[in-house]
């Protein structure tokens, strides 16, 4: 068995969590988050520079509270991971630097994450979950991706969105509707009270330079202009403002792009298992529109725990797991990238490191 210490500071959340591997089988041992939701609420948006410095202060605690709860000593454990890309660099220097401290001053492995691996590795801390290959939808804030996962982390993207993640368009929904950040919750709250069917919203899609439209891949800028412009109508006409009806419209056509683009995809690649990671996977119209839809093509669903859909350690340390069991480690000299492609996630275990 394998005990990891794993921490995860890409964004606006500081995490620490201890991961085991008995079996095949990944266990969680303890996890602490720590939101920064509230102050970067005040801003509508992440604060990069506050974003950082409430790492430096909460990354300490985190460890603590998760070696207190799980009575365990940092001897007992045989390795530690940090996610060191994507995200923002300053947010991802705390846990890298962190982790590759701990790491040379116990003399044991430091493995360095990629955040997006994390995301699709949330699916092993659920019960029943499959087994590769199959097609993962990860839609978190800033991404919005159809991956083929294959055996010895193979990945391959097979579609993508070219401008807003739906996560980002749930965000500058929400703030046009007035609503409290992050978009995502504040959408599905008052959504609930309102008729999907009540306005038409366009199904962006993204068109190929020789004709044609790419059959994957997700345009959801014109979605939010369409709704920007529905608004400047109602305002303009002194009508009442149906926010909610507005909302569960806007929610309903996100739902069913990612639904119907994802099963599609899954169909012509000859997959039958489909998998939901990252934040919007927490959304409760897609959890249910992916199952009823999923379940008309015998495509089997499996949805990452809601707990873990969000940014969380958990994630990476199953992800370090899956890595470590297979004897990888990275160099110490390992930095940070805001920007590296999944598909060259292997090169972060490179001896000579990739940044």
């Known amino acids: 068995m394998s005990i990891i210490l794993s921490l995860?500071?890409?964004?606006?959340?500081?995490?620490?969590?201890?991961?085991?591997?008995?079996?095949?089988?990944?266990?969680?041992?303890?996890?602490?988050?720590?939101?920064?939701?509230?102050?970067?609420?005040?801003?509508?948006?992440?604060?990069?520079?506050?974003?950082?410095?409430?790492?430096?202060?909460?990354?300490?605690?985190?460890?603590?509270?998760?070696?207190?709860?799980?009575?365990?000593?940092?001897?007992?454990?045989?390795?530690?991971?940090?996610?060191?890309?994507?995200g923002l660099s300053g947010s991802l220097l705390v846990g890298s630097v962190t982790a590759r401290t701990l790491a040379n001053l116990h003399h044991i492995p430091f493995l360095g994450i990629h955040h997006l691996e994390g995301h699709l590795s949330s699916i092993y801390l659920s019960e029943n979950h499959p087994k590769p290959p199959f097609l993962v939808l990860l839609v978190s804030g800033g991404h919005t991706e159809l991956i083929k996962v294959d055996v010895q982390h193979k990945y391959q993207r097979l579609g993508r969105s070219h401008d807003d993640a739906a996560g980002e368009a749930f965000d500058k929904v929400a703030r046009l509707l007035g609503l409290s950040y992050p978009g995502g919750p504040a959408i599905q709250k008052i959504a609930k009270s309102g008729d999907p069917k009540k306005f038409f919203f366009p199904k962006g899609r993204v068109s190929k330079p020789e004709g044609g439209f790419y059959p994957y891949d997700f345009s959801?800028?014109?979605?939010?202009?369409?709704?920007?412009?529905?608004?400047?109508?109602?305002?303009?006409?002194?009508?009442?403002?149906?926010?909610?009806?507005?909302?569960?419209?806007?929610?309903?056509?996100?739902?069913?792009?990612?639904?119907?683009?994802?099963?599609?995809?899954?169909?012509?690649?000859?997959?039958?298992?489909?998998?939901?990671?990252?934040?919007?996977?927490?959304?409760?119209?897609?959890?249910?529109?992916?199952?009823?839809?999923?379940?008309?093509?015998?495509?089997?669903?499996?949805?990452?725990?809601?707990?873990?859909?969000t940014d969380n350690a958990a994630m990476i340390g199953a992800a370090a797991l899956l890595r470590f069991s297979n004897n990888f480690q990275s160099s110490m000299e390992l930095g940070v990238s805001a920007r590296w492609p999944l598909e060259k996630s292997d090169l972060l275990y490179d001896f000579n490191p990739p940044f």
């Open 8 to 86: 995860e500071t890409s964004c606006d959340e500081s995490a620490a969590a201890l991961v085991s591997d008995e079996k095949g089988k990944i266990d969680l041992i303890a996890n602490e988050i720590a939101s920064q939701m509230e102050e970067h609420a005040n801003w509508g948006g992440v604060v990069p520079e506050i974003a950082s410095r409430r790492h430096v202060e909460n990354l300490p605690f985190l460890i603590e509270e998760v070696f207190a709860k799980s009575k365990l000593q940092i001897e007992d454990i045989d390795a530690v991971a940090a996610t060191v890309t994507p």
């Open 220 to 309: 959801f800028s014109g979605l939010k202009t369409a709704v920007f412009r529905k608004i400047e109508k109602i305002r303009s006409e002194n009508k009442n403002f149906p926010v909610e009806d507005i909302a569960a419209s806007f929610e309903y056509v996100v739902a069913e792009v990612l639904v119907e683009r994802s099963l599609r995809c899954a169909l012509d690649q000859g997959l039958n298992s489909l998998v939901l990671v990252g934040g919007v996977a927490a959304n409760l119209r897609l959890r249910e529109m992916m199952l009823a839809k999923a379940s008309e093509n015998s495509i089997n669903i499996a949805l990452a725990p809601m707990e873990f859909c």
